[in-house]
């Protein structure tokens, strides 16, 4: 009897051993939990200014403890940190030497870091290219830079010395209006620094008559194929390594999320193929008669690229034809989208034309839009190989992208203009 009740009791032990597992414990796939020792920050001294958002680095204890979550305080009212992100917000300026603290949700260890929040003025400001060739009616974005990278007022305006040539709004963008030759001048809120660059205005592509140096521009191999003949995709590498930091637009690098959009649509197995099925994009897209076009899927990140051999110091215009379905007025072609010049292993940007997309709010059935993307370049010293590619990052609702389509990818040396008088 006594044998009877002790096994009763070894298999109740083991019920509870078995039931006392908390099915949502976090695992690294062995199902060895590995729990946080302690918790660090850099010591070395922090100053900031105000408006700057940014995420500091943390070292958790082991670095391959499964629980790395960790939460943020500040003593001070000048600095918060945004609960979804992560990221410290500077509020205000103040003579007072604030504290941050980070703790890890595991463990409760703590350690805290000093920060002196200043104002930081402007010593400087450049624009990103040094002539901008645009057609008439058209236009392009230039991007002003003002240095020191944490000053505290960045502000800038913008000057069109002919207006009937070329216009610019406050962010910016340049609208052609007529052939001519135009000084755009930046100058800064602070400090009243300057700089400028001229814009050229030409009645049509300067470069048509050179020779196309992509091959299967229009993605013509005949067959739906997801690897088109001389095109390589983009792999989710590329974008993990390109897109590091997410802008002021609310943008997050690909695999990791930033509020509630989720960007870990990957892998990339089949978002890029030729394909037959953008019959609706035939009847308008510029290369007329086309029977294929690069395509990515609705709601999915992806992109390709090809590499060319180019002249250093070489002048080239790129351009490319998109059309995009949209069903519901949700689903566009994002403003931070651009065709981009790089170097073949794509970690370094020599140029980007912004795909401006005008309007993206259309409600009713579907809708069906061809954009250009085009602009010229100077190939830096040295450079005798780039890569041309367009790449676009997938979204959750409510700007999932949509379903693209790309033809007649265009890249032509040209004689450069000559310099303003």
């Known amino acids: 009897m006594k044998i009877k009740y002790l096994m009763y009791f070894l298999m109740a032990a083991i019920v509870v051993l078995t039931t006392a597992c908390p099915e949502d414990n976090p695992v690294d796939g062995s199902g060895i939990i590995i729990p946080v020792t302690g918790v660090s920050l850099d010591k070395s001294e922090l100053i900031v200014s105000k408006g700057l958002r940014k995420l500091l680095p943390v070292n958790i204890t082991p670095a391959n403890a499964t629980n790395k979550a ?80 944490a000053a505290a007022n960045k502000n800038v305006t913008w000057e069109s010395a002919k207006t009937n040539v070329a216009t610019i709004t406050p962010s910016g963008v340049v609208t052609a209006v007529a052939p001519g030759i135009v000084k755009m001048t930046v100058t800064t809120e602070d400090g009243g620094f300057k700089a400028s660059t001229y814009v050229y205005v030409v009645e049509k592509p300067l470069p048509l008559d050179n020779p196309n140096l992509l091959l299967s521009p229009n993605f013509e191999d005949g067959t739906d194929n997801a690897n088109p003949s001389n095109w390589t995709k983009v792999l989710q590498a590329w974008f993990m390594g390109f897109y590091t930091e997410s802008p002021a637009a609310g943008l997050a690098a690909i695999g990791a999320s ?50 060319v051999t180019v002249k250093p110091g070489g002048h080239y215009w790129v351009s490319i034809d998109i059309g995009y379905r949209n069903n519901d007025g949700n689903s566009a072609i994002q403003p931070w989208e651009t065709l981009k010049i790089l170097s073949p292993d794509g970690g370094i940007a020599f140029y980007e034309v912004p795909i401006d997309i005008g309007p993206t709010k259309i409600t ?27 790449d676009i990052r997938s979204w959750a609702a409510t700007n ?11 890249f032509r040396e040209y004689t450069p203009l000559p310099d303003p008088e």
């Not at 990339?268 to 099925?277: E, K, P, R, Y």
């Open 70 to 149: 960790v939460t943020w305080t500040s003593n001070h009212e000048a600095i918060e940190f945004d609960e979804k992100t992560g990221e410290m917000v500077v509020l205000d300026v103040t003579p007072d030497e604030v504290t941050i603290t980070v703790e890890t949700v595991e463990g409760k260890f703590k350690d805290s870091r000093k920060v002196k929040v200043v104002d930081i003025p402007a010593l400087g400001v450049k624009v990103d290219r040094e002539r901008v060739i645009v057609l008439s009616g058209l236009k392009e974005t230039l991007k002003a830079t003002v240095s020191p990278n």
């Open 364 to 390: 009713g059935s579907t809708t069906n839009k061809i954009l250009t993307a085009s602009g010229c370049f100077t190939v830096p010293p040295g450079v005798s190989k780039v890569r041309y590619q367009i």
């Open 258 to 307: 930033h509020g509630t959009g989720n960007v870990n649509r990957l892998p990339l197995s089949d978002v890029f193929f030729n394909t037959g099925n953008g019959a609706y994009f035939r009847p308008t897209i510029v290369a007329a008669g086309a029977t294929h076009a690069g395509r990515f899927q609705a709601n999915v990140s992806g992109g390709f690229y090809q590499e």
């Open 400 to 410: 999932n992208s949509p379903l693209t389509c790309f033809c007649n990818c265009q």
